[in-house]
């Protein structure tokens, strides 16, 4: 009788439907919590890759490009400008600072990008509309009345000409950049590095950092170390800032939701081995009695583990099912990546199983006595 | 006569101790082929133990036991193969699993010995019409008397073709119409399958069935 265990599963429908229900809900929290870690990490990475700059410069101590604030020198900027294995004139600065404009009567969250049209570190046309006006003067002073414009992130919706308040001061939209979601779908909004300045910084000659080019013919890493040696300056390749990033924005953000994700796999072992357990326990006599009338402790086992393995198949393939749907529909970008999806299913299956295992051979332990006594 | 089962010196000690009980103590006993023994005494006495050792559920502290002319060791032989084997159980509370039918209750019993389906069905099918139950082949338990459930029980206990049947308290919890008709139906299949047959008991109307009756007391067999 090959069905003799379906048949048992079938008698006992709703334990078996809420435990395999119970491996899916937990399966499709590990796999979009996993997604939505690696959404984080392509969003954190895409804006910095699409600046182009191989190499990223900030003043010593100021805690690095993305994070603290380095004074924009012009001996430093004429030095870049024209440094060893750099391109000449490809050093541009950079505000990179998180703001809560408020669009359509709504505070929003967003990040505002800082750059010098034409220069590295924002979108080099738009999709819509124009590019917002360039700063006239290269230094810090003397005032510059340039508008307040914005060339906006087209996922944020918003029309030309449309105004949003940016530190209680009226920001007109004037262009629509092709979408470059940052970290958790904030949208950027990018403007020239002075009114960025004016808006964010009070108006000091501050920036996140400074981008620049290497030579075609150079390798990023010896001129960037190069630079480095000099004390004043830390610089950093593409490589070195895209770890910094992800390791600032996404991975030590992160940190809880990782242990979140390690302890959502030991609830789905715990799950299926107390469901098993509690079976067994509601089963004892049952299982006596198979064994009093000759079942081996084989046969036993074999009934209670090929119930484990398809309720864990069953509860992880609906996880997997269920989590790109709810990838699919949710508000953030989730990327759930199919290897790793075959990974967690796999380990979660193990998990699953193992502890399926460990009670199934617990139930083994009955004693056939118990058939003489009590009724099932 | 051939002695199905013969235990010599059985002694069986539950606990340690001052908390110690010998439930059976340094019993010898002979059952031989196609006799039907009933073993009777008060509650308490050691006859649920006594058949738990001879039917290889327990295993005895001291002495030896032989099914079916071979000595039986727990330490080199798997005892789960003499009960399929050799053995049938009857319990007194039926213990028919409630997610099968009748017919898939006796199967199981040869599904454990890896019988064929086709030749499990058609053996089922055949001791489930031998004890009346034709037209319940695909009924539960549940919705199956006690004396029916009790008749597959037997069937079930059948279907490995044992050398003997233990039948603990089999009436016990049926009426007397049904305990008449469940001891002519021992009666007829033991004629059947020429099967030995051992029944604990407190019934003494069902002694005059008996070919021999087992008396115990205190763990030991004071009259046979």
């Known amino acids: 009788m090959k069905t003799l265990f379906l048949k048992d599963m079938r008698y006992r429908q709703a334990r078996v439907i809420l435990t395999a229900l119970g491996i899916t809900v937990l399966i499709s929290l590990i796999l979009l919590l996993g997604g939505i870690m690696n959404g984080m990490r392509i969003q954190a990475r895409q804006y910095v890759e699409s600046t182009g700059a191989d190499v990223w410069i900030s003043a010593e101590g100021s805690g690095g490009a993305f994070i603290g604030f380095s004074m924009v020198v012009e001996e430093y900027m004429a030095f870049l400008n024209s440094g060893p294995g750099l391109v000449p004139d490809s050093a541009s600065p950079l505000v990179f600072a998180q703001a809560r404009p408020t669009v359509r009567g709504k505070s929003t969250k967003a990040i505002v990008v800082g750059y010098k049209l034409g220069q590295l570190g924002g979108p080099k046309s738009v999709l819509e509309g124009r590019m917002f006006t360039r700063s006239n003067f290269e230094d810090y002073r003397p005032e510059d009345p340039i508008p307040y414009e914005v060339v906006v992130d087209e996922k944020m919706g918003l029309e030309i000409g449309e105004q949003i308040t940016l530190s209680n001061e009226k920001v007109r939209v004037v262009g629509k950049a092709k979408s470059l979601m940052f970290v958790l779908d904030t949208p950027l909004l990018f403007m020239d590095v002075r009114i960025a300045q004016k808006l964010l910084l009070g108006n000091t000659p501050h920036v996140n950092m400074m981008i620049a080019q290497t030579n075609k013919s150079d390798q990023p890493a010896q001129i960037a170390a190069d630079l480095d040696a000099l004390e004043t300056i830390e610089v950093r390749t593409l490589k070195q800032t895209l770890r910094d990033i992800i390791a600032y924005y996404v991975d030590e953000p992160m940190k809880a939701v990782q242990f979140l994700r390690v302890m959502l796999w030991l609830a789905a072992g715990i799950l299926v081995g107390m469901i098993t357990y509690v079976t067994m326990l509601e089963k004892t006599q049952e299982i006596g009695v198979l064994k009093a009338i000759g079942g081996s402790n084989g046969y036993v086992m074999s009934l209670l583990l090929k119930q484990v393995v398809l309720i864990s198949t069953v509860g992880v393939l609906l996880g997997l099912i269920l989590s790109y749907v709810f990838a699919a529909a949710a508000p953030i970008f989730v990327a759930i990546h199919f290897v790793e999806s075959i990974i967690v299913a796999c380990i979660s299956f193990i998990v699953c199983c193992g502890s399926g295992y460990l009670a199934a051979r617990k139930a083994i332990t009955v004693d056939p006595m118990i058939a003489f006594r009590g009724e099932i | ?224």
Do not use: W
């Open chain 2, 1 to 224: 006569m051939a002695a199905i089962v013969e235990g010599n010196g059985l002694t069986k000690t539950f606990g340690t101790g001052d908390a110690s009980v010998v439930a059976v103590d340094s019993v010898d006993i002979r059952i031989e082929e196609s006799e039907l023994v009933m073993l009777m005494g008060d509650s308490g006495c050691g006859k649920t133990t006594l058949i738990s050792l001879l039917g290889c559920i327990l295993t005895p502290d001291d002495g030896d036991l032989q099914i079916d002319g071979k000595p039986i060791n727990a330490e080199v032989q798997d005892l789960s193969v003499i009960r399929r084997e050799k053995i049938g159980f009857v319990f007194q509370l039926f213990h028919l699993l409630p997610y099968l039918t009748a017919l898939e209750n006796v199967m199981v019993a040869m599904d454990i010995a890896r019988t064929k389906t086709a030749e499990a069905e058609n053996r089922a099918t055949e001791l489930l019409t031998q004890v009346g139950l034709s037209e319940r082949l695909h009924h539960r338990p549940a919705q199956l008397s006690g004396g029916e459930k009790q008749r597959v029980s037997f069937a079930r206990a059948l279907a490995n073709r044992p050398k003997i049947i233990f039948a603990d308290e089999p009436t016990a919890n049926l009426d007397s119409r049904q305990s008449d008709n469940l001891m002519n139906l021992i009666q007829e299949l033991r004629q059947e399958h020429q099967t030995t047959i051992a029944i604990v008991t407190h019934h003494e109307g069902l002694k005059e069935n008996a070919d021999r009756v087992i008396q115990m007391k205190d763990g030991r067999i004071v009259a046979t």
